[in-house]
């Protein structure tokens, strides 16, 4: 026998489940407590006593803002809102019908090409680049809504917070106060969530010492897919194929269920990789939609939901993730079903952001062994 034959068959970590990669300062996950901290702080605080300007200076810094930080931190978001003429063109050449995410993607990159500090990767030019990011981001998820409903662009308001503002922009009305509170709570709770797969490429990309546009771009790429982020949308059309209107909305909930289940399928907006006993953010965004279900008075989004919860709860011991309250939160809001998942990228850039920054401080590159399954050698 050769040593080859006789070396022990390396542990393969199938999507590195249970895989710790690299330290991290910005947020910890905690199955054990259920429990998500952002630089210390537990996330339902920040969602009950914060902007989420002032968790996205925290994420970027370390500490939240003083009452001076936070004026200069909003001037210059404010500054940055309106939808820079080139990206608008750029976004009017793409057909409607692209995902809304790929318009996203697109516009990551476009904004990352015409940056003045394009190839500066100092922790000051991309500091820069994650705020102009973050100020930009609404402006693109908005406009693109927009055009596909046959809309002009609505400019930026100057006098509104970023989650009145992004409403605003959106439907070109202001929001009521609940509905801000209700929008302001999601984008807190979709900010950041340590190595995910979005996060984790952009790390990826981050340490090949390749640009943060790029690291972003391909972080939107990761997050488009039902696996991650798509699935806030595709719960919506889980509860329009189940149909909200008519007959016994729990007991078409529970036969649906049934089916897919026995189809094998993945229910989506439930599980997990790292939670198992449920999303510590879950309780949070469902009292924010039983808040958007009482505003437009829609119970029976409520009642669809407690069905399947409980069903899966019943069925698989499955509880559901972030995506499942946000969904129908974003529909009850008026946001078109392919606008969901943009707006977590609005949100996540802050997240994916304050990593890429981190990666850079102690780079190594990321770079994991496979273990070869092909053919032996052989000859041509
Ligand atoms: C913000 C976010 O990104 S949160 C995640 C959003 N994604 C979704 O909601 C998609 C639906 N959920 C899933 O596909 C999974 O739960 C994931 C991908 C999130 C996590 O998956 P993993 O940790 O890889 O677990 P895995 O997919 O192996 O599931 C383990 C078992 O639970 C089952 N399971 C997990 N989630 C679900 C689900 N949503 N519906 C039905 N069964 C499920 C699997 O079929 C598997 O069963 P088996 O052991 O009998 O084969
Ligand atoms: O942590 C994950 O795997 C997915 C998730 O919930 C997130 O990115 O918010």
């Known amino acids: 026998m050769t040593a080859e034959t006789t070396a022990p068959a390396p542990q393969i970590h199938k999507g590195l489940a249970g895989v710790v990669v690299d330290t991290t300062r910005i947020s910890k996950v905690n199955p054990d407590t259920n429990s998500l901290l952002y630089?210390?702080?537990?996330?339902?605080?920040?969602?009950?006593?914060c902007s989420f300007e002032q968790v996205a200076y925290l994420l970027w810094n370390g500490e939240l803002p003083d009452a001076e930080q936070l004026a200069a931190f909003t001037a210059r978001e404010r500054a940055g809102r309106a939808l820079d003429p080139v990206v608008k063109t750029v976004i009017d050449t793409l057909p409607t019908t692209a995902h809304?995410?790929?318009?996203?993607?697109?516009?990551?990159?476009?904004?990352?090409?015409?940056?003045?500090?394009a190839e500066d990767s100092s922790p000051e030019a991309n500091l820069?680049?994650?705020?102009?990011?973050?100020?930009?981001?609404?402006?693109?998820?908005?406009?693109?809504?927009?055009r596909r409903r046959g809309q002009q662009l609505v400019e930026p308001r100057g006098d509104l917070g970023y989650a009145a503002n992004f409403l605003w922009m959106s439907f070109g009305e202001e929001a009521a106060e609940d509905v801000v509170e209700a929008f302001n709570t999601s984008m807190i709770l979709y900010a950041e969530h340590s190595f995910n797969a979005s996060t984790f490429t952009a790390r990826v990309v981050t340490s090949t010492l390749s640009d943060l546009?790029?690291?972003?771009?391909?972080a939107i790429g990761a997050l488009k897919g039902p696996l991650h982020g798509g699935?806030?949308?595709?719960?919506?059309e889980t509860f329009e194929q189940i149909g909200l209107e008519g007959g016994n909305l729990t007991e078409r909930a529970t036969a649906w269920l049934e089916d897919a289940l026995a189809s094998k399928k993945k229910i989506m907006g439930f599980g997990h990789r790292v939670y198992k006993h449920g999303d510590s953010r879950v309780p949070t965004m469902k009292a924010a939609l039983d808040k958007m279900v009482a505003h437009y008075n829609r119970p029976e989004i409520s009642e669809l939901y407690d069905a399947l919860a409980a069903g899966m709860h019943q069925r698989k011991n499955i509880e559901p993730n972030l995506d499942y309250p946000a969904g129908p939160a974003y529909h009850l809001m008026g946001f078109d079903t392919g606008t969901f998942t943009p707006i977590f990228v609005a949100s996540r850039i802050t997240g994916w952001t304050a990593h890429i920054m981190e990666q850079l401080e102690a780079n190594s590159l990321i770079r994991p062994l496979s273990e070869y399954t092909g053919p032996d050698q052989r000859s041509l």
């Open 231 to 236: 699935a806030n949308e595709a719960v919506m």
């Open 213 to 218: 546009h790029s690291a972003v771009t391909g």
């Open 100 to 117: 809304p995410m790929d318009i996203c993607r697109t516009a990551a990159s476009v904004i990352g090409a015409r940056h003045p500090l």
């Open 128 to 146: 820069s680049k994650a705020m102009d990011l973050f100020a930009a981001f609404p402006a693109v998820v908005a406009y693109d809504q927009r």
């Open 39 to 49: 630089r210390g702080y537990p996330v339902q605080e920040l969602a009950a006593k």
